[in-house]
């Protein structure tokens, strides 16, 4: 049933009905409004039997979550950007030691310079960690994912992470059918953890593995990452079958079948995405798009394939390697490397700029008359960039360039269009 | 913890055989039915003290458990030295996950036994002195305030010794570490700095909070058992010498325990919600040199020209944790052992 709800609501309500037995976290925008309604379900009863703590970093609330699922519960986690960061030894140690993990990713910035607002900088900054990593593009996908998510996770003792772009998703009220509870308990049967703690049958976890066997350790995760290429189309196909609407996936096709130029992206960037590509298309333009829903394990195949007939690619993602370029770029390059296709890596929306529609038919524009650079950082301002290179070249001591842009710029306000 | 003193035939050492001990009394280790947590065959060094710590604490929690026990371990030479891969000593459901994360866990493993109403399994956490009052310490601040159903132990050797003898906030002033080398005007580790966990926890207001040595290791295991009959956040800190990092014999690391306490330099107590109620009286009052003079850590203040004033200087520490903690008894009461009753 359709009800007009906020997405972190919709997220928190999907996350009780998985019936989590440990739910930890620390506050950080914008996942707040997730725990907070868990919370405050754990404390009316509503979501029982349940364990709802509250702790004092995000180092702690993924070492808790740890331990729970070590201890055989179901562990449920939210956080964003620093907070991802400052748990991140412990997010390696949740992969390392295969513990089915649910945790959202409300995507945020990274700082300095501090920046509370969207982008992908965070999840990419978790991309290596062993984490199995989905990208929500709407707030519905979001609600679907964590339920997939817990499944996924349990079936391959493996930590999962739903990423759900801060405020655009977490803070926006819209309707979304929160998924029945029974459906739910018909999908995701009672947690069976393949390891576990328990003093009747007394096992040691979390050895010191020397080099004798440490690769061979890390490629059996590999290979379980691998496993999810196989299982996650599989799941989906059941999850439709039970829902009644098709969400999950390795990753979506829009009009790609006759296309010649394909834009791939993560999130919820692809409705605007879509919205410019129609828009183009009336133009004649032969666009379509390609939505990647599983970031790691990376579908290569399955993005060769939904890329093979085009010409040019452009691959629109909110974040970058700083000296690199393009981290999503990169595996789609990886992915596509003996294909003969154009591809293009555009930044944007980084720190929550808006990508509007306008830029995006702009940028297709600027394909289809091949303008369109290798690297292109979507609606930056070079001429405030020019006046502090200028203020480098010039003065030794010249300042912290986050504030000298601000004062250029003659605002404080964060600046989202 | 009330306590019975019981006179016995003065032996000298202070120690008292099982033998001479109603059953009811005698240690958990005496008893064959012992649950060897941490079973021979791991790679601590000789004369390690915590491992001997580690095996008279956590059969203690077992007994007290009756069996029903989940141990969390921070990384540090207990977790290294036990758990080389495929091999472990230990015969406990036991889990490591990182350095700083023990007490959180922890928590989460208690959560999970509260959350399937297994109110029966209790949780113990342990830490080497790093992992306690250095990486540690946020999570285990977080799990004391919350009042956590963990008991955490702090197995304490002054320094970092996994990684090869360096200073930690437990390091006492004057200690020569491999980071607070014995050179220049003041040698070794500077006055003034570390941390006092065990008052630390205290201020938590936390239920139980005590410390013991590797010296009296009755006196350890009463204090488990004490621990484990409470419920809420509980923290034990354990001196154990390290041979190694401390440049004693191996031999000595009894000796060395029990110096530590004679001098005063390290206060032997309990405190219930932040209060102490009992002390473990020093026996024979000894000068720090005595202990000091047979570590190697130590040994620059030693020898010509030696340096008496840094050695007066940890005296003085030594005097006032004895006038602090009222650690000096009367005759009568110093010529009897305590045992718990």
Request: glycine share 8%; proline share 5%.
């Amino acid at each position: 049933m359709l009800r007009q709800i906020e997405g972190s609501r919709a997220v928190a309500e999907t996350v009780a009905h998985c019936r989590p037995e440990v739910v930890c976290a620390y506050p950080i925008s914008p996942q707040t409004h997730i725990i907070e309604a868990i919370g405050a379900m754990v404390k009316e009863g509503s979501l029982a039997p349940c364990e709802f703590i509250n702790v004092e970093s995000e180092f702690a609330a993924m070492s808790v979550s740890i331990g729970a699922s070590a201890a055989g519960a179901r562990a449920y986690t939210a956080t964003a950007s620093q907070g991802l960061l400052f748990m991140m030894e412990a997010v390696y140690n949740a992969a390392g030691l295969g513990l089915p993990i649910v945790m959202t990713l409300a995507n945020r910035a990274i700082g300095a310079p501090i920046n509370i607002w969207n982008d992908h900088s965070d999840a990419m900054a978790a991309r290596d960690t062993g984490w199995i990593q989905l990208f929500a593009e709407t707030n519905q996908e979001a609600c679907d994912l964590h339920i997939l998510a817990f499944r996924l996770a349990e079936e391959l003792s493996l930590p999962v992470m739903v990423c759900m772009d801060g405020f655009i998703l977490t803070h926006a009220v819209e309707g979304i059918d929160v998924p029945e509870q029974s459906d739910v308990d018909s999908f995701l049967p009672v947690y069976e953890p393949r390891q576990v703690l328990d003093p009747a049958d007394p096992i040691s976890i979390g050895a010191m593995v020397g080099p004798e066997a440490f690769t061979e350790v890390r490629y059996l995760s590999h290979l379980r990452q691998l496993d999810a290429l196989e299982l996650i189309p599989t799941l989906a196909s059941e999850f439709a079958s039970t829902f009644g609407r098709e969400s999950g996936g390795l990753l979506h096709t829009y009009r790609t079948d006759d296309a010649t130029t394909i834009v791939v992206a993560l999130g919820s960037v692809l409705g605007t995405i879509k919205d410019a590509v129609d828009r183009r298309r009336e133009l004649g333009d032969r666009v379509g798009v390609v939505g990647i829903t599983t970031f790691r394990p990376f579908p290569f195949d399955d993005v060769r394939d939904a890329l093979s007939h085009a010409q040019k690619v452009i691959v629109m993602e909110k974040a970058f390697s700083v000296g690199y370029g393009g981290v999503l770029s990169a595996d789609v390059a990886s992915a596509t490397h003996d294909a003969t296709i154009s591809l293009h890596s555009v930044v944007a929306g980084l720190g929550g700029r808006a990508i509007t529609q306008q830029s995006i038919e702009e940028l297709l524009d600027d394909t289809a008359h091949d303008r369109l650079r290798p690297v292109t950082f979507l609606d930056l301002d070079l001429g405030i960039v020019d006046l502090e290179r200028a203020r480098i070249g010039s003065v030794r001591r010249s300042g912290p360039s986050a504030e000298n842009v601000l004062s250029d710029l003659g605002t404080v306000a964060s600046r989202i269009g | 913890m009330s306590r019975q003193p019981v006179h016995f035939y003065q032996v000298g050492s202070f120690a008292v055989g099982n033998r001479l001990l109603d059953d009811e009394d005698r240690t958990v280790q005496s008893d064959p039915g012992r649950s060897d947590s941490l079973d021979s065959g791991h790679r601590a060094c000789q004369g390690c003290g915590e491992a001997l710590g580690a095996r008279y604490a956590l059969d203690a929690a077992m007994r007290a458990t009756n069996g029903q026990l989940i141990a969390v371990n921070a990384t540090g030479c207990l977790e290294v030295f036990s758990t080389p891969y495929p091999e472990t000593s230990w015969r406990i459901a036991w889990l490591h996950s990182l350095f700083g994360n023990a007490p959180a866990v922890a928590t989460g493993v208690a959560a999970a036994m509260k959350v399937k109403g297994l109110n029966d399994v209790r949780v113990v956490a342990q830490a080497g002195d790093g992992g306690t009052v250095d990486i540690g310490f946020g999570c285990l601040s977080g799990m004391f305030e919350r009042n956590d159903d963990v008991l955490f132990i702090c197995y304490d050797n002054e320094a970092y010794m996994n990684t090869g003898v360096q200073r930690s906030g437990a390091t006492p002033p004057a200690a020569r570490t491999a980071t607070t080398e014995a050179v220049g005007p003041q040698p070794g580790n500077v006055f003034g700095q570390g941390k006092d966990m065990p008052r630390l926890a205290m201020a938590h207001g936390i239920p139980y909070v005590a410390t013991a040595t590797v010296a009296d290791l009755h006196d350890l295991e009463n204090k488990v058992q004490r621990a484990m009959e409470m419920h809420g956040a509980r923290y034990l800190h354990v001196l154990v010498p390290c041979p190694l990092g401390w440049g004693s014999a191996s031999c000595d690391t009894i000796k060395v325990a029990r110096l530590a306490k004679e001098t005063g330099l390290f206060p032997v107590f309990e405190a219930e919600n932040g209060v102490v109620t009992n002390v473990s009286p020093i026996r024979h009052r000894t000068s720090v040199e005595s202990y000091l003079s047979i570590q190697k850590r130590f040994g620059h203040l030693f020898g010509t020209p030696g340096r008496p004033d840094i050695v007066a200087r940890i005296q003085a520490i030594a005097d006032h944790n004895i006038a602090h903690y009222g650690l000096l008894v009367d005759e009568e009461r110093d010529a009897t052992l305590e045992v718990s009753a």
